[in-house]
């Protein structure tokens, strides 16, 4: 089994696809099942490789099924397996909405304890590849409103790489989003294991504003985040990972410290993990704003396939640095 | 009216073991045979007697929220629960009073989660729909049509994997046939070859909306073999039939033959739930259905064979009423949760906080 | 026809079969589409009566196939007919979802503003009938996320008599969320007709705190307001009406008379439409409050079926009352 | 490899009517059936000349995101669009330039739109996979797999309901049959006899999963027919058959014979879309699939038949060339909808705000 090792220059996709190996090496009770997941090597190329080495038992091509296949997955992790269920893009998941919300994230407690659903889903989200208005969804935030899922957003490669173990030995269910234009990311890797799924994580340290995001719009909003350093505002960005449960205490430390805070999402803004953010600061930290908490999020547009369209349609960082701008300058 | 149509398809393996056993043994496997169908009778007349108990409660207002009876369709859950071993697993709908009855479980752990208590089967936090049993492989009453053939895939497709000689029973009735995920799931089945036991159960109506309002083809196990799959047509009001069905099928089934259709034609007394009016099918109809009530007919059977006498029945009725009773009296001391606990398996303890932040 | 006249008593009920009555006499392009709504007589008894009246082309049964029929009514609203289809309730509308969001709320952009669909689905929601966890969400809310669709609750029998008009000449598709608990409700018509669905309104008016709500919780929140009433907390209880859009002038110019907002829903916290209000209000009237934005919400977890933890798992008048203490007197 | 089953089921209308003709109309019958398949050979040209350059102008990135193409796969659209009038509705895939073409869609308007530029037949918002065409009564290009068959249905409802005499053609690949809403859809269709021609692409692959993985039945006319609806297989590879098949099924369901299917069995020849590698089937089988090639197969036809000759061929293909180009040129020169404009279209004007504030 080759692992990769520090220091090698490898991208978000391949850190994925090693995770996979790695769990499907680990413990045989883990399977990955989907559309095009074998003889397709993955509608993004995430398992390439893995039907050979680990036959169509354990690489398990679908017919299109979205709610029979990842209700499936439900019933085998029922019966004690660890499956990986992979759904193409986040828009198809809503085939298989019913199982997910009226059964893995509801068996649980309406058996009164006695059954778990050790099950990962993973899924491509976000737009940003003109695949228009049936292929682009941002919904992770949207799931987050569902209790018994947990929701995790790898936005870097040791996240890719590492989430994916803590997920599987989660006795819940756990979804997992990764934005499509991460995929081809390079980087390195600190190391093959697992990393702690319970904690948002701080991208930037910086001291007079607060920025909030996760997944995709990390990098856009690090990128603002350097561009506003030239300006000589210092921005800390908190990667939240996990989107439920969120860590309220990293972003509330934060903000006690900066008294400032704007949350990015490319999500729709209505109803979007932005406002449970926005709302959660409000409930915990109010006393310590300086001004209104900020949100900068995709227009409540189904995303457009023209390029000039869809890239008004997300957050870009010139958006992200002029919220910055209202948080800072519109002081009380 | 009950279609007397038999079971289709191959003969099962039993008339193939061994001589022509001698008289004795004869008689004692006939003996044997009686009682083993005075059990069967025992445990429809349980399910109805409880049913019946059901009703009184629900007027009572001890039970609430929606329930659905079995009364009328008690041989199809008795007749497929003896084809299983207690290895095996159940997938049902939130009209399984019967299946979690004639799977062994307490009428205690049943009436007290109809109760919301603590100590019902769910902890008080399913009710009657969503009856659940991880002893028995119990996988639940699932509210939401057609929701649980999915689960029962999976759990077939986990058996599969790990070379597990189990079969898994999924019960839904003629409107799940409509949804999609019937659809998916009866095709993934058969193309992998799963170990599933599809155990339809046409009570003609769903809801108000009668099968032929419901479906452009009404024989659903003609329907269902289009699949691909062994399917048959059962009479579902005589348990016999409904037993003999299962157990070959249930055979077929363990032993790699795939998944198997079971269309179990039978009807159902009462009202879909206790909110149904019933205002969409003739009284006539259902008095029809009743000239050939699956307790009748095999009490009379074995009454006629000479196995069961009115002291028999006495005596059986009374055993359910005692046991029904135990049931009311434990269901009615039952503690309640305490409310501090409402939002307990909603998550589950973590295995180890080990991992943690090592790295983020 | 028929018309329900001032000052008689009906119901709930009553008043939105007289709304799909009145529909179905005044536009023959309308039609009740849905399971058990014929024969039936709708699984909550709204339709009964109406297939005598109308005949079964009009009022039409359907099998179990959400997804179907749903869309069915997106194609038929393509097809300029007004359909109006109900699904029972609102756990499984999450088979139609792919429908709803894919199709009949993006339809109209994707195909660059040909086509419209003037589709009305209806469905119940809420707990309350120790239904337990697949028959007691709040999604309304949830569905609040999705542009291209208006979401509407009516809370009184007017609005259960008049929203449904309105709805039915909208060009785009509007779903109408019906609380479960609300049906039995009794009351005086004002009168038939449409009613507006722009805008918020005040249900009783108060000068110390506003609570914004909507739907089966504006009851509970009315009883709350009279219990602080007598401990000298004049609330203002604003009813949204409809979800999405959200009438923020209406909740913007309450706050800045009271400078105190609680919002109540009893849908989950995380994610819900309370997030949404709170975070508006933080962004638009920040310093007019005189407290954080509170909420009282439904506990996170499935609803379970015991009476004494199902009313534990949604918002009671108590739970208001103890809201609105705190923000009153939380002050800073 | 291309299955020569012909179609199934009743003879058309045609062979019924009137007197036998006469010589001379006959040969007129001759020329104007030629110039017809001629006219047949063209549409499925000019379909291959657009897709070919559609890939050009991807390499070119002129055209971005998703991009399915339809060669091999013309005979099918071709064939199907004939068969139907102006006044019937289409609904179809991603996989639709062919189909919007045959449809009569400018290949200007078509281009334009994957240009991204607001003279496109879809204002830029929608993209190869978007096409839409109010006037044609196209409905769409439909990115979710199964997606567009609920529209068709209500399409025909709506049609039913209405009493017009209006076809729906629903197109929808091999591995939508999976999808549950294919199931509901054709159960609801069924049911209640909608005017609906179900056009079932057969390309034997769902993106890299081949039919028999995806499928226990692979005879996906046998599986419709299950459902109690009229369904033959075609030679998808057979313009002539296709349009045969197609008229007939499209007469017979106008005139209220209820909803056909209609199993087209084709092949693409490229990949799935631009981003598919393409390594889960043989190039063998890819190169005796081009032996039908239903373009190839036409024009030898017509050549042996004295019909056509390479000038003609000629002629048409610069026509076509001509025409793309000019398409090509405009979407280049076609403006970009003002940014401003981006949430046009999510919500209509209201009709208006007259009933507003009366109650509330
Ligand atoms: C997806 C879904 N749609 C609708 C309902 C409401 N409902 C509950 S039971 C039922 C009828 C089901 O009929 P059938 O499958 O024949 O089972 P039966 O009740 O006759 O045993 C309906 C419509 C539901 N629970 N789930
Ligand atoms: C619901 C859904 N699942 C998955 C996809 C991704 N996807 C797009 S096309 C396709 C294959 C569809 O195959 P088929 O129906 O045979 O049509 P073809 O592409 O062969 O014309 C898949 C899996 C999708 N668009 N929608
Ligand atoms: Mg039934
Ligand atoms: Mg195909």
């Given at each position: 089994m080759k692992t990769a090792v520090k220091s090698e220059q490898i991208t978000y996709r391949e850190a994925m696809r090693e995770a996979i190996r790695e769990a499907l090496h680990r413990d045989d009770r883990v399977f990955l099942m989907g559309e095009d997941v074998g003889r397709y090597g993955g509608c993004f190329a995430v398992s390439l490789g893995l039907l050979e080495e680990f036959g169509p038992e354990r690489i398990r091509d679908t017919p299109l099924s979205e709610s029979a296949f990842v209700g499936a997955g439900i019933g085998a992790a029922l019966a004690g397996m660890r499956p990986i269920v992979e759904i193409m893009t986040v828009n198809f998941s809503l085939l298989a909405l019913d199982q997910i919300l009226n059964n893995a994230a509801t068996i649980l407690h309406m058996s009164g304890g006695q059954f778990n659903v050790p099950l990962v889903i993973r899924m491509t989200t976000g737009a940003g590849?003109?695949?228009?208005?049936?292929?682009?969804?941002?919904?992770e935030g949207w799931y987050a409103?569902?209790?018994?899922l947990r929701i995790v957003a790898p936005a870097t490669l040791d996240d890719a790489r590492g989430m994916l173990w803590t997920a599987i030995e989660d006795p819940d269910p756990v979804l997992i989003f990764e934005h499509g234009t991460l995929y081809n990311m390079p980087g390195e890797l600190s190391g093959p294991g697992p990393v702690d799924i319970d904690h948002a994580a701080i991208r930037r340290p910086g001291s007079d504003v607060t920025l909030v995001t996760y997944g995709g719009m990390l990098h856009k909003t690090l990128a603002a985040a350097g561009q506003l350093a030239e300006t000589g505002v210092d921005a800390e960005v908190v990667d939240l990972r996990t989107l439920r449960p969120l860590d309220d205490k990293a972003i509330m430390e934060s903000v006690r410290r900066t008294h400032r805070a704007v949350v990015v999402d490319e999500a729709w803004r209505s109803g979007g993990i932005s406002a449970e953010v926005s709302a959660r600061i409000t409930e915990q930290a109010f006393f310590d704003l300086d001004a209104p908490v900020g949100r900068v999020c995709g227009a409540e547009v189904p995303t457009p396939y023209a390029k000039h369209l869809e890239e008004a349609a997300i957050p870009q960082p010139a958006d992200i640095v002029a919220a910055v701008r209202r948080a800072v300058d519109g002081d009380a | 009216m009950t279609e007397k149509r038999g079971t289709r398809g191959s003969r099962g393996a039993?008339?193939?073991?061994g001589a022509a056993p001698t008289a004795e043994p004869k008689a004692l496997a006939a003996k044997a045979l009686a009682e083993r169908r005075v059990g069967l009778l025992r445990e429809m007349l349980r399910i109805r007697r409880f049913e019946e108990r059901c009703v009184e409660l629900y007027s009572a207002a001890k039970i609430r929220g929606f329930m659905h009876l079995y009364i009328g369709e008690e041989a199809v859950a008795v007749g497929v629960m003896r084809a299983l071993t207690q290895d095996d697993n159940v997938v049902t709908t939130y009209r399984e009073h019967g299946h979690a009855l004639a799977r062994g479980m307490p009428a205690e752990s049943i009436m007290a989660e109809m109760y919301g208590r603590v100590t019902g089967c769910s902890k008080g936090r399913g009710g009657s729909m969503h009856l659940f049993d991880a002893g028995l492989r119990f996988y639940g009453g699932n509210a939401i049509v057609g929701g649980g053939l999915p689960l029962a895939v999976g759990l077939a497709l986990a058996d599969r994997m790990r070379g597990e000689e189990r079969v898994t029973a999924c019960f839904f009735g003629d409107g799940a046939v409509a949804e999609g995920e019937f659809h998916e799931c009866v095709n993934l089945a058969a193309l992998w070859g799963l170990p599933i036991l599809f155990a339809c159960e046409n009570n003609r109506y769903a809801m108000g909306t009668a099968l032929e309002r419901a479906h452009a083809e009404t024989d659903l196990a003609l329907r269902a073999s289009s699949y691909g799959l062994v399917s048959w047509a059962v009479d579902g009001m005589d348990v016999l039939a409904v037993e003999k069905a299962a157990a070959r099928a249930a055979e077929a089934v363990r032993w790699g033959g795939g998944p198997h259709f079971l269309e179990l034609r039978t009807y159902r007394y009462r009202a879909h739930s206790m909110y149904d009016p019933d205002r969409y099918r003739d009284k006539a109809e259902i008095e029809r259905w009743k000239e050939h009530d699956p307790i009748d007919a095999l009490s009379g059977r074995l009454r006629g064979e000479g196995h069961l006498t009115d002291d028999d029945l006495a005596a059986i009725e009374k055993e359910i009423a005692e046991e029904i009773d135990r049931a009311v009296e434990a269901a009615d001391a039952g503690d309640l949760e305490p409310v501090a606990d409402l939002t307990r398996f909603v998550y589950s303890p973590r295995p180890s906080a080990k991992p943690a932040a090592r790295r983020s």
């Amino acid at each position: 089994m080759k692992t990769a090792v520090k220091s090698e220059q490898i991208t978000y996709r391949e850190a994925m696809r090693e995770a996979i190996r790695e769990a499907l090496h680990r413990d045989d009770r883990v399977f990955l099942m989907g559309e095009d997941v074998g003889r397709y090597g993955g509608c993004f190329a995430v398992s390439l490789g893995l039907l050979e080495e680990f036959g169509p038992e354990r690489i398990r091509d679908t017919p299109l099924s979205e709610s029979a296949f990842v209700g499936a997955g439900i019933g085998a992790a029922l019966a004690g397996m660890r499956p990986i269920v992979e759904i193409m893009t986040v828009n198809f998941s809503l085939l298989a909405l019913d199982q997910i919300l009226n059964n893995a994230a509801t068996i649980l407690h309406m058996s009164g304890g006695q059954f778990n659903v050790p099950l990962v889903i993973r899924m491509t989200t976000g737009a940003g590849r003109q695949l228009a208005a049936q292929h682009s969804h941002s919904l992770e935030g949207w799931y987050a409103h569902i209790p018994g899922l947990r929701i995790v957003a790898p936005a870097t490669l040791d996240d890719a790489r590492g989430m994916l173990w803590t997920a599987i030995e989660d006795p819940d269910p756990v979804l997992i989003f990764e934005h499509g234009t991460l995929y081809n990311m390079p980087g390195e890797l600190s190391g093959p294991g697992p990393v702690d799924i319970d904690h948002a994580a701080i991208r930037r340290p910086g001291s007079d504003v607060t920025l909030v995001t996760y997944g995709g719009m990390l990098h856009k909003t690090l990128a603002a985040a350097g561009q506003l350093a030239e300006t000589g505002v210092d921005a800390e960005v908190v990667d939240l990972r996990t989107l439920r449960p969120l860590d309220d205490k990293a972003i509330m430390e934060s903000v006690r410290r900066t008294h400032r805070a704007v949350v990015v999402d490319e999500a729709w803004r209505s109803g979007g993990i932005s406002a449970e953010v926005s709302a959660r600061i409000t409930e915990q930290a109010f006393f310590d704003l300086d001004a209104p908490v900020g949100r900068v999020c995709g227009a409540e547009v189904p995303t457009p396939y023209a390029k000039h369209l869809e890239e008004a349609a997300i957050p870009q960082p010139a958006d992200i640095v002029a919220a910055v701008r209202r948080a800072v300058d519109g002081d009380a | 009216m009950t279609e007397k149509r038999g079971t289709r398809g191959s003969r099962g393996a039993g008339g193939r073991r061994g001589a022509a056993p001698t008289a004795e043994p004869k008689a004692l496997a006939a003996k044997a045979l009686a009682e083993r169908r005075v059990g069967l009778l025992r445990e429809m007349l349980r399910i109805r007697r409880f049913e019946e108990r059901c009703v009184e409660l629900y007027s009572a207002a001890k039970i609430r929220g929606f329930m659905h009876l079995y009364i009328g369709e008690e041989a199809v859950a008795v007749g497929v629960m003896r084809a299983l071993t207690q290895d095996d697993n159940v997938v049902t709908t939130y009209r399984e009073h019967g299946h979690a009855l004639a799977r062994g479980m307490p009428a205690e752990s049943i009436m007290a989660e109809m109760y919301g208590r603590v100590t019902g089967c769910s902890k008080g936090r399913g009710g009657s729909m969503h009856l659940f049993d991880a002893g028995l492989r119990f996988y639940g009453g699932n509210a939401i049509v057609g929701g649980g053939l999915p689960l029962a895939v999976g759990l077939a497709l986990a058996d599969r994997m790990r070379g597990e000689e189990r079969v898994t029973a999924c019960f839904f009735g003629d409107g799940a046939v409509a949804e999609g995920e019937f659809h998916e799931c009866v095709n993934l089945a058969a193309l992998w070859g799963l170990p599933i036991l599809f155990a339809c159960e046409n009570n003609r109506y769903a809801m108000g909306t009668a099968l032929e309002r419901a479906h452009a083809e009404t024989d659903l196990a003609l329907r269902a073999s289009s699949y691909g799959l062994v399917s048959w047509a059962v009479d579902g009001m005589d348990v016999l039939a409904v037993e003999k069905a299962a157990a070959r099928a249930a055979e077929a089934v363990r032993w790699g033959g795939g998944p198997h259709f079971l269309e179990l034609r039978t009807y159902r007394y009462r009202a879909h739930s206790m909110y149904d009016p019933d205002r969409y099918r003739d009284k006539a109809e259902i008095e029809r259905w009743k000239e050939h009530d699956p307790i009748d007919a095999l009490s009379g059977r074995l009454r006629g064979e000479g196995h069961l006498t009115d002291d028999d029945l006495a005596a059986i009725e009374k055993e359910i009423a005692e046991e029904i009773d135990r049931a009311v009296e434990a269901a009615d001391a039952g503690d309640l949760e305490p409310v501090a606990d409402l939002t307990r398996f909603v998550y589950s303890p973590r295995p180890s906080a080990k991992p943690a932040a090592r790295r983020s």
